[in-house]
């Protein structure tokens, strides 16, 4: 504890240490005039002289070695030790962003690793640590639609939720308009300039009460740039299956309508994207990210908080029984 303590300490006045110079001139000047204070007698034996060192002449250096402590404080304390305190504000513009994902069986598909569903998840939690200052939801469609987070800035509830998603939460299918049309309607009260709607996607629109090219013109009205992303490789993907108790492997092709992807994507203002591996898709949120710029203005504040009080009362305790120790075991009678 003490050693961090000394280890954040700073120093406002450094050059006040070269009074320390004065310190090993002032032993050598004790220790000169200790010398020439010692009386010297010839005798031709020392043997009726036996050695009979008393305490006080055990203490008698002890008084300097205190003024000795005592200045070495002081000097500390002249040269302003301080600890650094900084205090790191930030402000943005943010962007108001609603990540809409497919939860449909065929989400299971493990053309990536380990699945869709997985990867998905895996791109939005670290596309969430991205955006420090935006407001961010989570809607989750298959059959039907879902909200499950709301925008906010509380990013760890946010990334809990998509943690928690699995396929089967709800009715299966793929409902797209369903899904967009929610995700405009969590940012219809937004007060942001920039919303937007990331829509993540591997199959076609086949379910839901409304249609995608309506939730389109939904979007369009209410100023809400979509990014779609269709997700799957080319050609067949392995899914699983479970027929009885046992889970078997089946290739099933892989459809997405990217004509109307693309459709929903231009006509509201985004792009879109298509993902055929983990790695793509990685590239495709960090490709969004920059695409949507956020307003960042970081200050830092710097406090400093003076230390030099500690280090008088030390000095000031070495003088005092430097005093004491003159005026009481050491004194010197008449």
């Known amino acids: 504890m003490l050693y961090d303590w000394l280890h954040d300490i700073e120093f406002a006045q450094p050059y006040q240490f070269i009074l320390l110079g004065l310190v090993p001139l002032s032993i050598y000047l004790y220790a000169t005039s200790q010398q020439s204070r010692q009386a010297t007698m010839i005798v031709s034996t020392t043997s009726t002289f036996p050695g009979v ?11 300097f070695i205190f003024r000795m402590i005592a200045f070495v404080f002081l000097v500390i304390a002249l040269a302003r030790p301080q600890v650094r305190n900084e205090e790191h504000k930030v402000n943005g513009e ?8 497919d939860v449909s069986g065929s989400m ?8 869709r569903m997985e990867a998905a998840k895996e791109v939005a939690a670290n596309f969430v640590d991205s955006r420090p200052t935006d407001r961010i939801g989570l809607v989750i469609f298959s059959g039907e639609s879902f909200t499950l987070s709301p925008a906010t800035t509380d990013k760890s509830v946010l990334k809990t939720q998509i943690y928690n998603i699995r396929s089967g939460l709800l009715e299966d299918g793929t409902a797209i308009g369903s899904g967009l049309a929610t995700s405009v309607d969590r940012l219809r ?5 920039s919303k ?12 839901g009460l409304i249609d995608p090219n309506t939730a389109k013109e939904i979007a369009k009205a209410e100023g809400v740039k979509v990014y779609t992303i ?3 490789t080319e050609g067949y993907a392995p899914v699983p299956q479970q027929v009885g108790g046992t889970i078997i492997m089946q290739r099933e092709k892989v459809n997405i309508d990217e004509k109307l992807l693309k459709q929903i994507a231009d006509e509201t203002g985004g792009r879109y994207f ?4 983990n790695e793509s898709l990685k590239n495709i949120y960090s490709e969004i990210d920059k695409l949507e710029k956020t307003k960042i203005e970081s200050t830092t504040v ?18 005092l029984l430097e005093i004491l120790l003159r005026l009481t075991v050491l004194k010197k009678f008449p």
Request: positive net charge; charged residues 20%.
């Open 53 to 63: 060192p008393t305490w006080k002449t055990a203490m008698r250096h002890l008084p």
């Open 94 to 101: 943010g962007v108001d962003i609603i990540l809409t994902i």
């Open 108 to 115: 299971l598909a493990q053309d990536f690793a380990p699945n």
């Open 189 to 193: 009260t937004s007060k942001s300039k």
């Open 196 to 207: 937007v709607v990331i829509l993540l996607t591997d199959g076609e629109n086949n379910g």
């Open 230 to 232: 269709g997700l799957g």
């Open 274 to 277: 298509r993902a055929k591996d």
């Open 302 to 319: 710097t406090n400093f908080s003076e230390k030099f009080l500690p280090f008088v009362i030390i000095a000031g305790i070495c003088i």
